[in-house]
T-cell receptor, first 115, second 112 residues
């Protein structure tokens, strides 16, 4: 049972335009969400996160939006740059209880930004 | 130098062989994790350890074992490797303040 889903395996965007990556989750206990970026031959690196008490978090060109009622989050990259081409993973955590610290990952979305 | 170091980076082995993947970290984190990545499946948790005396199974622990030799070292063993364990393996660490995890560069394992 996939508790975190990224339904788009790939996304292609022109340089300078907006990239929108989507993520859905099913476990209502999740209350902290993260996005990771992964380049080939490297490990995933933390990009941005959001707590369930917020609906938006912004860091430079990256903004994450959370819609708790829809159990949906999205990552917006504006403007997109060729160096943003990577695999993006959505992850979720339940901060309380025995699951604290564990992350559940989505399948990943390959973003390609064309010059 | 990398904060989370995985060795080896690449390994080819044969079915039935025992293999160990090693992870060491200089971040001073108490918590360490092992994941595998397969195409279309994302990262799946194999084992995790919240301190030296604590070992917990993840969602796909069958066929794997781990050892936490010290705060900084966490190794993953495949007692008898099989072809469907061919994957990319990642070690990660986190501290007690939050769920953000920091990953090593990965080990690409092929079981023939």
């Amino acid at each position: 049972d996939q508790q975190v889903k990224q339904n788009s395996p790939s996304l292609s965007v022109q340089e300078g335009r907006i990239s929108i990556l989507n993520c859905d989750y099913t476990n209502s206990m999740f209350d902290y969400f993260l996005w990771y970026k992964k380049y080939p031959a490297e490990g995933p690196t933390f990009l941005i996160s959001i707590s369930s008490i917020k609906d938006k978090n912004e860091d430079g060109r990256f903004t994450v939006f959370l819609n708790k009622s829809a159990k949906h989050l999205s990552l917006h990259i504006v403007p997109s740059q060729p160096g943003d081409s990577a695999v993006y993973f959505c992850a979720a955590s339940a901060l309380g209880g025995t699951s604290y610290g564990k992350l559940t990952f989505g399948q990943g979305t390959i973003l390609t930004v064309h010059p | 130098d990398a904060d989370v170091t995985q060795t080896p980076r690449n390994r080819i082995t044969k079915t039935g062989k025992r293999i160990m993947l090693e992870c060491s970290q200089t971040k001073g984190h108490d918590r360490m994790y092992w994941y595998r990545q397969d195409p279309g499946l994302g990262l799946r948790l194999i084992y995790y350890s919240f301190d030296v005396k604590d070992i917990n199974k993840g969602e796909i622990s069958d066929g794997y074992s781990v050892s936490r030799q010290a705060q900084a070292k966490f190794s993953l063993s495949l007692e008898s490797a099989i072809p469907n364990q061919t994957a990319l393996y990642f070690c990660a660490t986190s501290d007690l303040s939050g769920p953000i995890q920091y990953f090593g560069a990965g080990t690409r394992l092929s079981v023939l």
